[in-house]
């Protein structure tokens, strides 16, 4: 008994829907950017700079315990988590107002507040200002970089048109992201950016999907509009775009609970990015390639003649729109 909560041969206009799809978009793309312009983020310890220090305890390390004690020294903020083994920790503290003195004198207060519960200090670094704006600068490079390469490889898959269209919907699912990290002013570090690259993997995998059955079923149904074949194709993989989509979420809330607060920024905008990602490859990708002028000649032109004989035969079995 295979479970199917999407029933079977369902038939909805997601493409006609693109009239209320695409306004949206744009509203929620120029509201991420205006938060984004008007509040900008809250960035972290990683882009701001501050001080790094990696301890090894007695035994496995007490990170709740470690944390109290350093959130109570008034230090600003303060990240403390696990860094490889079970005894190593890895402290972060932002940095502080003035000179190098007076971070010197906070690391100074930190591990007299520490005391016993260190057994060994293997690192103490001060992150200044330069290297989180370096770390900004590779954080932008690496999502734009991403995105190109998806371009460049939809393209040579399939046809440009479906690199238009993929990368529309990808930029969309970037920039609300980082809309969203605006608005609620949950901290951006470089755990945001490795979740914003994730998402795009998981965006761009779902679309290729429903590509790939766009491709096939205007090979195959010859005799339908494009917009009818383009409702096929994502009806006809509706299923597993839900399927994928459910079970990731419920993956994503349990870690969004349980996960602690190290992971939690990480976890809620995975959980905004499978919302928002489902949600562009079947209203945002699919209805772009209408208005891109996409070509079936252009996709049979590298079949044989038995091929072609073979999808000729099959399209006089080609649905109707209801």
Do not use: C
Request: charged fraction near 20%.
């Amino acid at each position: 008994m295979r479970l199917s909560i999407v029933p079977a041969n369902t038939n909805f206009d997601f493409v006609g829907r693109r009239k209320l799809a695409y306004p949206l978009s744009a509203l929620l793309v120029i509201l991420s950017i205006g938060a984004f312009l008007v509040q900008g983020l809250n960035f972290g310890i990683d882009f701001r700079g501050g001080i790094l220090i990696e301890i090894k305890t007695e035994g496995p390390a007490n990170v709740a315990q470690l944390r109290d004690t350093v959130s109570g020294l008034d230090l600003g903020e303060v990240q403390v988590q696990e860094f490889g083994a079970a005894d190593d920790v890895l402290i972060r503290i932002q940095q502080q107002d003035g000179e190098e003195s007076e971070q010197v004198a906070a690391i100074d207060i930190l591990k007299t507040a520490l005391g016993d519960q260190v057994a060994e200090y293997r690192r103490t670094e001060f992150v200044g200002p330069t290297v989180g704006a370096e770390l900004i600068s590779s954080a932008i490079w690496a999502v734009v970089l991403a995105i190109g390469a998806i371009l460049i490889y939809i393209w040579f898959r399939f046809e440009w048109q479906f690199g238009v269209g993929a990368v529309v919907a990808l930029t969309h699912d970037v920039i609300t992201t980082i809309g969203l990290f605006a608005f609620t002013q949950l901290e951006f570090n470089l755990a945001t950016v490795a979740a914003i690259l994730t998402i795009a993997g998981y965006s761009i995998n779902d679309t290729v999907v429903i590509y790939d059955r766009v491709r096939e079923e205007l090979r195959r149904y010859k005799k339908l509009d494009m917009s009818s074949v383009l409702n096929l194709a994502v009806n006809r993989t509706l299923s597993r775009t839900f399927m994928t989509s459910v079970t990731t979420l419920i993956a994503l809330v349990a870690l969004a609970i349980f996960g602690g607060t190290i992971i939690r920024d990480f976890a809620y905008a995975m959980i905004w990015g499978v919302i928002i990602g489902t949600y562009s490859s079947v209203f945002i990708a699919v209805p772009v390639l209408l208005g891109l002028n996409l070509s079936r000649e252009s996709l049979t032109s590298g079949l044989d003649e038995s091929e072609q004989a073979e999808q000729d035969a099959s399209a006089e079995d080609a649905p109707t729109d209801k």
